[in-house]
């Protein structure tokens, strides 16, 4: 059970994977040279990887390239067009490190081309209504197709286009206007566009010199940025502050992470979207529910998917904005169909605070979203729920049964027992029990609410139990009333916050594997040096790694 011992919480993988060493400061960090001096760290394979002055991190990440996920290309059209994507075509999913999409193994594979193909042609045909706007001339020809090819190519590539390029394009331009007019010429150049490795790939390359360790370009530092906050291709602005040389300081790169903030909303989508798969909350629409047994989910299911978003909003905009506050919060933003689930005065439902006083429910881990889609489709699920918490807010994953060569068999139904009790046989199994020690422990806390999140006292006749002692080795380990007990405790967890920084790495970083995992420990070493986000402020954290040189530095392959 490698993946729940040790007891440090801070450290961890995938779910699939046991945890590596290290506790929630992270690795051990190279010792540093002094003022003007150079520090080195291992680079992955062996050498040393020579940093800025005054840092000490063991590892960059590596010098890479990676494609844009699915929000990511709709945003940047949205953005570059001023179109939607169409509803009747749909890209595959994105492939998910750590559950994030955000991450540099997307790959343009056969189905994802011929996906993304229907989708360029379609956008290029809904955006020629607007091409008196995008267009930047008047008079129709080839001298306005190469203005064209300039500037919407340098918005869309994120950097000048080389002559090439250019050359490729008015090419791409003149076969489109072959018996055929002017505007036909562009929308061949867009959707020519819209599928080039120059829009799809967020380069992290440098400027092809030698050096190690590598310094990002300033057009790829203005992209890494505009993607991480807005999820879309930088602005005019923040183009002109790579092309002065701002972003090359932390200072630099922070002043505009926080335009960006500041001009995104009350909360970034990017930000929202992060916080939702961290915890597995955006596959709530894919969840489906015995109808015999929640006859009501699929009326709430809505309300359901809306309340994370609005509960994270006004959590980051309107009140705190810390992981403690996520997990412990008394108070829930709720339709009223919602708050009538949870039995709850509905006044300000939707648009504001609902009180969730005189329930058990408390944070993001008892909203019915959690719940529903860490549970199976007619009853609870201690195990997953067990699972999704150890792993992804106590940083503690349990190994894959798989892994142990161990062949899952479902508790058999009976009546005259409740879910926990049939659950219970796994501590009796001698290959099961070491995980299920943890697992269990977490789990059972949430059988006071069903497979829909409605709270209970009962399965049929039974009484529900939901108090635990989890005895793991663990900063956790103690004794439990009920899961609102055990977000209470988690709110206030030093490892917690910890975790949460990781995930947010992972997410920040679009990269999860354990080969990169000196690089995040690094960053937990420097984000514990800001009292924010150590103190768990959501977007403290990440305005951490953009002032960090993991932000801006990469490793030579």
């Known amino acids: 059970m490698a993946g729940v011992s040790g007891g440090s919480g801070a450290d961890g993988g995938t779910g699939n994977s046991g945890s590596t060493s290290g506790g929630p ?10 003022a003007g001096g150079t520090a080195a760290g291992s680079a992955g394979s062996g050498g040393g990887v020579p ?31 001023g179109v939607e994507l169409p509803t009747d075509i749909s890209l595959p999913p994105d492939s998910r490190q750590d559950g994030f999409t955000r991450n540099d193994a997307q790959r343009v594979d056969p189905v994802f081309a011929i996906g993304l193909d229907q989708t360029a042609v379609a956008v290029a045909a809904a955006a020629r209504p607007r091409f ?51 505007e036909d010429g562009i929308e061949l150049v867009i959707r020519a566009v819209l599928q080039s490795a120059g829009f799809l790939y967020v380069t992290e390359l440098g400027d092809g010199s030698a050096s190690d360790p590598i310094v990002l370009s300033p057009h790829e530092i203005a992209t890494s940025l505009s993607y991480l906050i807005l999820a879309e291709p930088p602005d005019a602005t923040l183009l002109a502050a790579a092309s002065s040389g701002a972003l090359d300081t932390p200072e630099g790169r922070l002043a505009e992470a ?12 990017t930000v929202l979207r992060t916080l939702r798969e961290w915890l597995g909350l955006d596959r709530i629409d894919q969840i489906a529910k015995d109808s015999n047994v929640y006859q009501r989910f699929e009326g709430l299911k809505p309300h359901i998917a809306a309340e994370p978003d609005a509960f994270f909003t006004h959590l980051i905009a309107e009140s705190t904005g810390t992981v403690g506050e996520l997990l412990s919060a008394d108070w829930t933003v709720a339709s009223t169909e919602l708050a009538g689930l ?25 909203q019915a979203a959690f719940l529903s889609v860490f549970a199976h489709a007619h009853e609870s699920a201690p195990v997953l729920r067990g699972v999704e918490v150890l792993a992804r807010v106590m940083c503690l994953p349990p190994e894959s049964p798989t892994s142990l060569n161990i062949m899952v068999v479902p508790p058999v139904p009976d009546p005259n027992k409740t879910t926990r009790e049939r659950f219970e046989i796994h501590s009796t199994d001698t290959s099961c029990a070491g ?83 000196p690089t995040e420990d690094a960053f937990v070493t420097e984000w514990q040096e800001n009292a924010l986000a150590a103190n768990g402020n959501i977007l403290e954290s990440l305005r951490s790694f953009v002032q960090s040189p993991l932000f801006a530095y990469r490793r030579a392959q």
């Open 435 to 517: 995980c299920h020690l943890a697992i269990d422990g977490v789990g059972f806390t949430f059988e006071g609410f069903d497979g829909m999140g409605a709270a209970r006292t009962k399965e049929g006749n039974l009484d529900v139990d939901s108090s635990t002692v989890l005895a793991i080795d663990s900063p956790f380990d103690g004794e439990y009333a009920d899961s609102a007990a055990l977000a209470m405790m988690l709110s206030e967890s030093p490892e917690v916050r910890a975790c949460f920084a990781r995930h947010l790495f992972r997410s920040a970083a679009a990269r999860s594997d354990l080969g990169v995992r």
């Open 342 to 366: 949870y039995g709850v005065d509905p006044a300000g439902g939707g648009t504001g605070r609902v009180s969730l006083a005189g329930t058990t429910r408390r944070g993001i881990l008892n």
């Open 132 to 182: 008196g706007e995008i267009v930047p001339c008047a008079a129709a020809g080839e001298a306005c197709a190469q203005s064209f090819i300039e500037s919407f190519g340098e918005r869309a590539y994120r950097r000048p286009l080389t002559d090439a390029e250019k050359s490729g394009l008015l090419t791409v331009y003149q076969a489109g206007i072959l018996d055929a007019a002017h």
């Open 25 to 34: 400061s992270g690795g051990s960090t190279s010792a540093g040279t002094g």
């Open 258 to 269: 926080d335009r960006l903030l500041a001009g995104a909303g009350p909360v970034p989508p």
């Open 51 to 81: 940093l800025p002055p005054g840092t000490e991190h063991p590892s960059l990440l590596p010098a890479r390239i990676r494609r844009l996920t699915n929000a990511e290309y709709a945003a940047s059209v949205k953005a570059l067009l």
